[in-house]
T-cell receptor, first 117, second 111 residues
Framework: EADIYQTPRYLVIGTGKKITLECSQT?????MYWYQQDPGMELHLIHY???????EKGDLSSESTVSRIRTEHFPLTLESARPSHTSQYLC????????????????FGAGSRLTVL | RKEVEQDPGPFNVPEGATVAFNCTYS??????FFWYRQDCRKEPKLLMS???SGNEDGRFTAQLNRASQYISLLIRDSKLSDSATYLC????????????FGAGTQVVVTP
């Protein structure tokens, strides 16, 4: 059973549309992340959060934005989708501390596969 | 140069055989190392952490070589269910909590 939920699982949408990918976790984790992954490629961190009202940009430049108003919820928004945004988006969470384990063990959602036509 | 590099494979392995593969990392100050497993079109899941002295978890053995900056994963007595992509994950000390993922090594176990 999943402790971190992503919706929608699949989305096909036209260019210029606004989309929000939802991510919720029930584990009480402080840290949450959004990764982007193309087939056969590594995960790229696009956004992360250390807790409520904390958001940071990741290593990969992204036109998306995130918010963290509640601990359990970390939605990602694209104001105007483009074909270059076609990818899989993976949400993850972890504990805040725990140097050798907690903070390093990510639990991933099942992913949102976005196709922009 | 990528922070974490892996041979993409695929490694085609007969059922019951042993397979091993490495992952190299560029930041010599990296502190924590992990192997995650990702099935086709699924999310990554933690397989095991990698400790300095090496560690085993059932049929899986992980090793760390700090001098040469690589970690390895060995799978003994391969099962069909071991077919997956294995992601090498490293945490550099200067980016607490921001893990670096390799692109993965694909393993295909055949009957």
């Amino acid at each position: 059973e999943a402790d971190i939920y992503q919706t929608p699982r699949y989305l096909v949408i036209g260019t210029g549309k606004k989309i929000t990918l939802e991510c919720s976790q029930t584990m009480g984790h402080d840290k949450m992340y959004w990764y982007q992954q193309d087939p056969g490629m590594e995960l790229h961190l696009i956004h992360y959060s250390y807790g409520v009202n904390s958001t940071e940009k990741g290593d990969l430049s992204s036109e998306s934005t995130v918010s963290r108003i509640r601990t359990e919820h970390f939605p990602l928004t694209l104001e105007s989708a483009r074909p270059s945004h076609t990818s899989q988006y993976l949400c993850a969470s972890s504990e805040l501390t725990g140097g050798s384990s907690g903070a390093n063990v990510l639990t991933f959602g099942a992913g949102s596969r976005l196709t922009v036509l | 140069r990528k922070e974490v590099e892996q041979d993409p494979g695929p490694f085609n392995v007969p059922e019951g055989a042993t397979v091993a593969f490495n992952c190299t990392y560029s930041n010599s100050a990296s502190q924590s190392f992990f192997w995650y497993r990702q099935d086709c079109r699924k999310e990554p899941k933690l397989l095991m952490s990698v400790y300095s002295s090496g560690n085993e978890d059932g049929r899986f053995t992980a090793q760390l070589n700090r001098a040469s900056q690589y970690i390895s994963l060995l799978i003994r007595d391969s099962k069909l269910s071991d077919s997956a992509t294995y992601l090498c994950v490293v945490r550099p000390t200067d980016s607490w909590g921001k893990l670096q993922f390799g692109a993965g090594t694909q393993v295909v176990v055949t009957p």
